[in-house]
Structure formats: structure tokens, C-alpha cells
């Protein structure tokens, strides 16, 4: 049986707010992606807020038509929180996943996964509206496996872990707690049946140990980190170092 191998999501989002600066149609998004694509990323993931101060909608639709008309065995991943127009920009766009995310309108970014027990039937019925209309869900989660056991009675096919605590710890004894806590909760999640993703604060250095803990993880979506090594490296060059950080070596 061959190993499983995490794959890479790229998350487009800071290549967005960077070109938003100037109003300018440069950084490309989609040029980005696509060459990140040619690169092998399993998928691109966007995080579209009200705001637009990153991903616009207009962003959604060509990513969603540079996917299946050029890359039709890739995916495309959109997070944010289930509003009414969210839900229904998602029907338009139908990605092949949904990653539902509790954040305030105006948040940075994501910094907490979902009190599942207090929100557990508002998770199930939009999780079952998507579901339904042929959108795989993940629900964003904190580093628990109990939220993760929960989770699964949503009926929502995956997880998403919150990995920043790990991910911006650098005290040894604390990285170790938090490595061990994503690792219970993700063996948690495949106990009950979900596909385990990862997000947040990940870098080619923190990735290794984890996936070299863990090998139920499916997908880790990495924007921050890979976009600033993009500087350095180029964005094919940058895939590739983070799929070798992953596992993922496949040609």
C-alpha cells in the first residue's frame, strides 16, 4: 500500500492584497496560480471577505474558470464565514470545497476554529446545503480531538486544524504540547471518518515534523509563509520546496 501524502493547497490571498495596493492588475492571480499549478499544487484556495481587501469576486470566477477549463484534476478550495452571500457565492462558483471559518468581518485572518457545541446546528444545515449541492465541506477547527469527534456528526466530510499555536511557538516544551495536540486531533478525525487538512503559520521548517507524525493529513493550505518565500525563490521553485516538505515528491 503506498503512503499517503499530505498535499498543497496554495492560498492566493497576500498575492491579491498586494496587487489591491496600486489598483493595478499586477501580481496576476491567476498568472501566480497557474504557474503554481505547473508546479504541482493539488489546488488553490481563496478566503473572498466582504471587504474585497484581497480576493475580489471577480477573483473567484476566473480562478474557478482557469481550474476547470485548464486544470480539471485540481481543486478549488474557498474559506470564509457562511453568510447568506457567501453560501450563495460559493452555489455560483461551486469549488470542490467549502472551508467554513467562524471570523469576524474585519479579522486579519483566522485565529480560532468554531465553538462546534455552540454552533452545531447552524454547522449542519449549511453543511448539508452544501453537501448537497455537490461541494465537499471542511469545518475549521482548534486543536482538539473531542471538536473533532463533534465535528464529525455534522455530516461534514473533512476538518481543517488550526495550526498556528503550533506554528508560532518556538519554546521547545510548548511546540512539542501543540505538535502533539494537532496530531491527536487529526488521528481523531480519521477515527471518525473525516479527511484531516491543515492551515495556518506552516512553513517548510514546522511542516516536516508534523507530517512526519502524522499520515492521515490530506491537504495543508499554506498562504503567509509560501508567498513570502515566493521572494526568494520564484513561485514554481517554492512548490516544490514545500511539497518536499510535505512528503509529496510525486513527479
Same mark, same amino acid.
Request: include cysteine.
Given at each position: 500500500?503506498?503512503?499517503?501524502?499530505?498535499?498543497?493547497?496554495?492560498?492566493?490571498?497576500?498575492?491579491?492584497?498586494?496587487?489591491?495596493?496600486?489598483?493595478?492588475?499586477?501580481?496576476?492571480?491567476?498568472?501566480?496560480?497557474?504557474?503554481?499549478?505547473?508546479?504541482?499544487?493539488?489546488?488553490?484556495?481563496?478566503?473572498?471577505?466582504?471587504?474585497?481587501?484581497?480576493?475580489?469576486?471577480?477573483?473567484?470566477?476566473?480562478?474557478?474558470?482557469?481550474?476547470?477549463?485548464?486544470?480539471?484534476?485540481?481543486?478549488?478550495?474557498?474559506?470564509?464565514?457562511?453568510?447568506?452571500?457567501?453560501?450563495?457565492?460559493?452555489?455560483?462558483?461551486?469549488?470542490?470545497?467549502?472551508?467554513?471559518?467562524?471570523?469576524?468581518?474585519?479579522?486579519?485572518?483566522?485565529? @480560532?476554529?468554531? #465553538?462546534?457545541?455552540? /454552533?452545531?446546528?447552524? %454547522?449542519?444545515? $449549511? &453543511?448539508?446545503?452544501?453537501?448537497?449541492?455537490?461541494?465537499?465541506?471542511?469545518?475549521?477547527?482548534?486543536?482538539?480531538?473531542?471538536?473533532?469527534?463533534?465535528?464529525?456528526?455534522?455530516?461534514?466530510?473533512?476538518?481543517?486544524?488550526?495550526?498556528?499555536?503550533?506554528? @508560532?511557538?518556538? #519554546?521547545?516544551?510548548? /511546540?512539542?504540547?501543540? %505538535?502533539?495536540? $494537532? &496530531?491527536a486531533t487529526a488521528a481523531a478525525a480519521a477515527a471518525a471518518g473525516l479527511g484531516v487538512n491543515i492551515g495556518h503559520d506552516l512553513t517548510l521548517?514546522?511542516?516536516?515534523p508534523l507530517v512526519g507524525r502524522s499520515k492521515v493529513i490530506n491537504e495543508a493550505s499554506i498562504g503567509h509563509a509560501l508567498i513570502a518565500d515566493?521572494?526568494?525563490?520564484?513561485?514554481?521553485?517554492? &512548490?516544490?520546496?514545500?511539497?518536499?516538505?510535505?512528503?509529496?515528491?510525486?513527479?
Amino acid at each position: 500500500m503506498l503512503e499517503n501524502h499530505a498535499k498543497l493547497s496554495v492560498n492566493v490571498n497576500a498575492i491579491a492584497q498586494l496587487r489591491n495596493r496600486r489598483d493595478l492588475p499586477w501580481p496576476s492571480v491567476t498568472g501566480l496560480s497557474r504557474i503554481a499549478l505547473e508546479a504541482g499544487a493539488v489546488g488553490i484556495t481563496v478566503h473572498p471577505r466582504p471587504d474585497e481587501r484581497h480576493i475580489r469576486r471577480t477573483d473567484v470566477f476566473e480562478l474557478e474558470e482557469l481550474i476547470r477549463s485548464d486544470w480539471p484534476d485540481r481543486e478549488y478550495n474557498i474559506e470564509g464565514y457562511p453568510t447568506e452571500d457567501f453560501l450563495r457565492l460559493c452555489e455560483a462558483a461551486r469549488p470542490d470545497q467549502v472551508t467554513l471559518v467562524p471570523d469576524l468581518p474585519g479579522q486579519n485572518t483566522s485565529d @480560532h476554529g468554531w #465553538d462546534v457545541a455552540a /454552533n452545531f446546528e447552524f %454547522l449542519r444545515g $449549511v &453543511v448539508a446545503r452544501l453537501q448537497g449541492a455537490a461541494m465537499r465541506v471542511s469545518i475549521f477547527i482548534d486543536a482538539d480531538p473531542a471538536v473533532a469527534e463533534l465535528a464529525a456528526r455534522t455530516a461534514t466530510r473533512r476538518i481543517e486544524i488550526y495550526t498556528g499555536p503550533y506554528g @508560532h511557538t518556538f #519554546d521547545p516544551h510548548e /511546540n512539542k504540547l501543540r %505538535l502533539d495536540e $494537532v &496530531v491527536a486531533t487529526a488521528a481523531a478525525a480519521a477515527a471518525a471518518g473525516l479527511g484531516v487538512n491543515i492551515g495556518h503559520d506552516l512553513t517548510l521548517a514546522n511542516l516536516p515534523p508534523l507530517v512526519g507524525r502524522s499520515k492521515v493529513i490530506n491537504e495543508a493550505s499554506i498562504g503567509h509563509a509560501l508567498i513570502a518565500d515566493t521572494m526568494l525563490y520564484g513561485m514554481a521553485e517554492t &512548490v516544490r520546496r514545500y511539497r518536499a516538505a510535505l512528503g509529496d515528491t510525486d513527479a
